[in-house]
């Protein structure tokens, strides 16, 4: 199963997802689950974690970093879990407010 | 109302600049999330699933009209422009920024309110009766002992470390609004043979995963004892809770397994060492307080009203307002009104800053600025003429708040569930507006009173074993899936639900209430509420139509 890393803005408290590229040192955050960078392993996936939570842990920029899994729907990055699906859009029952409101998909 | 003095003020605007440092220091990546967390918690500030969640206090379910504004406005203002009303008579906001809580709290002091005791081991927000003051039974205002129990509890150096949290509720009615037998301490003020007024204390209520109806280990404590009995019950669960395992810190569990009998006695020894310590409350002291609490100006008005009368017999919609959301009152010619926050097509509790807003002019124009939030999630204005009511209830209908359910059907209690909440296994807010949207208000009034309840986890923010039908969400294999149990109440009669059977899907669920409320509907007997044919008969007749089995 392919795994992202997601997280929130310590700032803002906005879902946010470690970003194509990241590497220790140099780590980016992105709003949106396309950008996301994708482990397709569990090896893969821990290094991810690993360069998250230290960038957590010193940069002051996002909090609770954590893995999950995603899948490709139609060419798309998904969760595979509904809890993780309702973070990266929004709540259901107010489809005007989250990411969903803002034009993303999860 | 109580209004602060200067040791409030100073208190409440010292937490403001103290978060404020630590808000920055955090920012700044002075502390880590670690050591700033259960900063954050102290002052309700959460992390949930979309953003940070402030839960800020209203002390015992009272606040005025200027209140009500603040809260608009901090909706309007640093919020996506509504609140939550929470089952502990508090606010909740969803989208709240890090660096703009210290402001928000700012604007709270400035109202005389803040976000202290919604979170962490300590004592929180005291509940009480919404309509405490007012009701037409009271044997006296609890409001008064609710608020010497804020003064004593806030930042009580021996209670901020306690094992688990702790919820204390007091009413002045025999029949209870304020569901004290689910909490950690419930007191209902009673008189004893000689006509003297104090309290049945009841202590190891709750719900969550072990849930219990709480036991009196007092029947009558005299008032001046009131604050060294409270500190005596503190004393021995700060001792005996567990700090060992979360799920059995809570006081329920300690009394269940030291034996009521044996508790009461550890009370009672404590008790007689600090009885007549500092802790007795002297009569002026409380006096002085209750004299925040004292009755509005009443107008000497006739019981009768004659365009409320005429109004209700032309007007089936009002006449159905009148006969669901409007209570007796203690004062002659005066009604108490409920204000529904559970419109269909919305989530239960939430409000608006404009429906804030408009509460406020109501409470301004019709009920002395005065009004409540209840622990069933909607709004009170505790006094309001009765001759008055058409005009009130004009006003509500332009402000789509002038649905005519309290206690029916749609009035459901439902936890934010996993829409919001990090700890949710399922939605509960979804489950809730469909079972509302299933049943037209004719329907709802055929069925009569009928209190469902749902919670999105086990942790029962939604109250599901107190509901006559709870409904609990659970996570099964990754889906969402919800467990029917029927009975509960929390009540003078307070009983915790029993579990129908195996769950439901979200999509089956609501079929399964129908076919409960089918069933009810063909079993009762004439006059028999819900919950009264439930006692009849028990769970059999429900359980057949729903799994077509005993």
């Known amino acids: 199963m392919s795994q992202i890393v997601i997280a929130s803005g310590l700032g803002s408290g906005r879902v946010v997802f470690l970003a194509k590229g990241s590497k220790t040192g140099a780590v980016a955050w992105g709003g949106l689950i396309e950008v996301s960078e994708v482990a397709a392993d569990d090896a893969r996936a821990a290094e991810l974690l690993a360069i998250a939570e230290a960038d957590a842990a010193t940069q002051n920029e996002v909090v609770e970093p954590y893995l999950i899994d995603v899948e490709d729907k139609g060419g798309q990055l998904r969760p595979t879990k509904y809890r993780e699906v309702i973070r990266c859009l929004g709540p259901t029952v107010r489809e005007d407010l989250g990411k969903q409101a803002e034009g993303t998909s999860a | 109302m109580y209004r602060y003095d200067e040791h409030d003020h100073a208190l409440v605007q010292d937490r403001v600049t103290q978060f404020r440092r630590q808000v920055e220091r955090r920012m700044a990546g002075e502390i880590s999330e ?182 009196t280990i007092r029947e009558f404590l005299p008032k001046e004892h009131f604050l060294s009995y409270l500190e005596a019950v503190l004393r021995v669960y700060n001792q005996l809770g567990r700090r060992d395992n979360k799920y059995k810190a809570r006081i329920k569990v300690t009394l269940h397994e030291t034996g009521k009998e044996e508790f009461a006695r550890l009370v009672e020894e404590e008790w007689m060492e600090i009885k007549d310590s500092t802790l007795k409350l002297p009569k002026e002291e409380v006096d002085r307080i209750a004299k925040h609490f004292e009755p509005p100006a009443f107008r000497a008005v006739p019981e009768v009203a004659p365009t409320t009368d005429a109004r209700a017999a032309s007007d089936a919609g009002f006449a159905s307002w009148l006969r669901h959301n409007i209570f007796e009152h203690k004062t002659q010619g005066y009604s108490i009104a409920n204000i529904s926050v559970k419109p269909m097509g919305e989530a239960p509790g939430d409000a608006t800053a404009e429906q804030m807003d408009v509460m406020a002019d109501l409470a301004d124009e019709f009920s002395f600025s005065e009004l409540r939030v209840t622990h069933s999630q909607n709004v009170v204005l505790p006094h309001v003429e009765r001759e008055a009511l058409p005009a009130l209830y004009d006003k509500l209908v332009e402000a789509g708040l002038a649905t005519a359910n309290l206690g029916l059907l749609s009035d459901i209690i439902c936890c934010p569930g996993l829409d919001y909440c990090a700890l949710a296994n399922a939605r509960s807010i979804p489950i809730a507006m469909k079972i509302a949207e299933r049943f037209t208000p004719a329907k709802q009034e055929e069925i009569g009173d009928l209190q469902v309840k749902i919670s999105g986890c086990i942790n029962a923010c939604g109250h599901h074993h107190v509901g006559h039908i709870g409904i609990l969400g659970v996570d099964r294999k990754g889906e969402e899936h919800y467990q029917v149990q029927l009975g509960g109440s929390a009540t003078e009669e307070a009983a915790l639900g029993k579990i129908l059977g195996r769950g439901f899907s979200a999509d089956e669920v609501v079929e399964v209430v129908d076919k409960i409320i089918a069933t009810y509907l063909d079993i009762r007997e004439d006059g028999e509420e819900f919950i009264e044919t439930f006692r009849r008969v028990g769970q059999t007749p429900f359980k057949e139509r729903v799994y077509g089995t005993a």
């Open chain 2, 34 to 215: 670690e050591q700033f967390r259960p900063l954050r918690l102290m002052n309700g500030l959460y992390l949930q699933l979309h953003a940070y969640m402030l839960r800020v206090a209203i002390p015992y379910g009272t606040l005025d009209s200027r209140q009500m504004r603040k809260l608009a406005y901090i909706a309007r203002r640093y919020d996506k422009g509504y609140g939550h009303f929470t089952t502990r008579q508090n606010i909740q906001y969803n989208w709240p920024k890090l660096e703009e809580t210290p402001d928000i709290l700012a604007e709270l002091a400035e109202v005389e309110m803040h976000a202290i005791q919604t979170s962490g081991n300590c004592i929180r927000n005291v509940t009480s009766d919404q309509y405490a003051g007012a009701a037409k039974n009271e044997i006296e205002d609890p409001r008064i002992w609710c608020e010497i129990a804020r003064q004593w509890s806030t930042l009580h150096p021996e209670f901020s470390f306690l094992p688990r949290k702790f919820k204390i509720a007091i009413t002045g009615c025999d029949n209870d609004r304020a569901a004290v037998k689910v909490h950690d301490i419930g007191m209902i003020m009673k008189r004893d043979a000689s006509g003297e007024v104090g309290f049945e204390v009841i202590v190891g209520g709750g719900l969550g995963r072990t849930p219990f109806v709480g036991k």
